[in-house]
């Protein structure tokens, strides 16, 4: 007969009655994840977790002269195939794209695009409000778009531009056009 002293020294989840058999299968099942968790990132190697990504840059200029401080991005095409990306421009309408999961400026994964390009400017609106940092009133100042015919670069249904990303270096120039079309 084993004296009850001896059961001060068993293990806390040995000692009966202590979990219940609900507790015994979430301890489990915790278990059984992490494990999984710890081989999975084992199998898959030692990587970063970024993208093997394709090198994209280009130029956007509008009516012909660089676009300064634009935001270009590549929305997906087909879901699933590629990375969106995004980038902005230089002085010099350069830009070089970037995906979320990918290194700065490193470009996105091949596949197929729609490309946009957007770019704003504060206007006065003629309101004054309060400033929540200074307290002080100040002229409210609105973002627009730098000319009325940007929305149609700036929405993916609308834009013209596309772009396909193939392995090796890809290059693609925008121009857009501030008259109507």
Do not use: H
Not at 12 to 29: A, E, G, P, V, W
Request: hydrophobic share 40%; charged share 25%.
């Amino acid at each position: 007969m084993v004296s009850d002293s001896l059961l001060l020294f068993e293990p806390l989840c040995y000692q009966k009655d202590m979990y219940s058999q609900k507790d015994m299968k979430r301890f489990t099942n915790i278990l059984i994840a992490s494990l999984f968790t710890v081989v999975l990132v084992n199998v898959s190697g030692c990587s970063d977790g970024r993208l093997n990504t394709e090198p994209v840059s280009g130029v956007i200029t509008l009516d012909g002269v660089p676009l300064a401080e634009a935001m270009v991005n590549f929305r997906l095409k087909v879901p699933g195939e590629g990375a969106a990306g995004f980038a902005r421009t230089n002085e010099r309408g350069e830009y070089r794209l970037q995906t979320m999961a990918g290194r700065p400026d490193a470009g996105t994964l091949p596949g197929e695009y729609a490309v946009t390009v957007v770019k704003y400017k504060l206007v006065p609106t003629g309101r004054m409000i309060t400033d929540n940092d200074t307290g002080e009133r100040v002229e409210e100042l609105e973002n627009v778009f730098i000319f009325p015919g940007m929305a149609v670069y700036a929405d993916v249904e609308t834009t013209p531009f596309s772009a396909t990303v193939v392995r090796g270096r890809n290059r693609f120039d925008f121009d857009l056009s501030s008259q109507p079309q």
